[in-house]
């Protein structure tokens, strides 16, 4: 009768990868369920039954039970809803055939363990499958513990036989999977490890980014264990014939690798993002870059019906879109993408309004877009506000041009930019959409770095 599940990383294979801890815990499984996924795979399934064999004491009786896989259809073709929805439908049908096996254990057989591959946290499908199993057995009135015990995986392999860190100094790093890669690389991602990769997906980025280090690993903690190191454009010929020489011998491939930026190449954050700011006042205006704190400005700056008459879509935030939107600014900012600030009272510290700098259109622009809260109308904070960011803008941020543009019929809009500094330059036909589908004309506004310089603005 079932009592406990043991989920246990095995490592690559080599019963020297076990850990102490998982060496124990196979000691304590009486049935271990591995999944047969057919012949190409059974190099795998011996390589667990090797690593049983090793570890686990003479005297200690357990039994292995292949499980025959559920078929999987093929994922190439899929859209990511397609395909997350087949592997929720594949793990149904594995959690089901597992169930059948521990129905039918013995009376003395109270341990049931699975043999993850490398570690259960890196793309492996058993926690979940367990998760549902424990429930299953929960929602029958039995319950059953389990636990999760660590190994080692291949990117931690990789990083160790090539004798490096996955990241570089206080960069992150990105682990995905060869079928997103081409689509999500960026080299604002830093270092990236790739696995679950069918066809050397990074191929295709060896023409954009040549530069790139290439860190690559096959049958990684095996006798088979190959490993190529090198300039991606340079290196990825050879792996490509590596790797089909590999698979032709053995029938699969397993390999995992490292995309890394030259020690050299410009810290793509530091080359495109705003330059650090801090509290910009005139005594009576603050403005401060904004914090995940300031939420509630975000939220009640749009959420009144002065905001929303003006409003490209007219939809209320919700307190999590606010959250999001404020917790969203720091990393705008460094992106380059936006500088987005709070308006604050000097003189009592409250949020009065927002105001922020989008980076669009040529080079050197960048848009504006404020508003201050109902109770602060009135009393010529945007109008201040606009003046210390476009200092800041010009004179710190690198801008040479600041636009702006508000529908035809709000004129109290123009006229703080207008005392800001700002140009009305054209009347641009039916650019901005409203919530009813209709469109309004926008008045364009632009202020130069070298009106601002002339001394246009206070
Ligand atoms: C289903 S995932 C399992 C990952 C595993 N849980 C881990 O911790 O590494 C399988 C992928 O892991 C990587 N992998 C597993 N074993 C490997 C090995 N011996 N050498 C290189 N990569 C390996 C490959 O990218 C493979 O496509």
Known sequence: MIERIRVIGIGMGNPEHVTGEAAQALSSVDVFLVADKGSAKSDLVAARQRVCDALIPADHEYRVVEVTDPKRGPDAERDDTAYRRGVRDWHAARADAYAEVIDGLDDGETTVGFLVWGDPAFYDSTIRVVDALVERYASAGVTVEHDVVAGISAPQLLAARHRIPLNRIGAPIHVTTGRRLVDEYDPALGDVVVMLDGGLACAELADAFPDLELFWGAYL?????????????????????????????HGWVMDTYLLRQPADSPNPFATHGFPEAGPLSDGVVTVRPTTAGDWQVVRDEHNNEESLRWDLFGGVYTDEQARQQAAQARREWRSGRAARFVIVDAATGEGAGVIGIMRMGPPGNGLLGYGVLPAFRGRGFTTRALRLVARWAFESAGLSLLELGHKADNAA?????????????ARLPQRLPNPDGTRSDEIYYSLTKERFDAGGVG
């Open 221 to 249: 903690g095996s006798p088979d264990e190959v490993l190529v190191r090198g300039r991606l454009a340079d290196v990825i010929d050879e792996v490509q014939r590596v790797r089909a020489e590999a698979r032709e011998r």
């Open 413 to 425: 809009s123009g006229k703080v930019a207008v005392k800001a500094g700002f140009r009305a330059e």
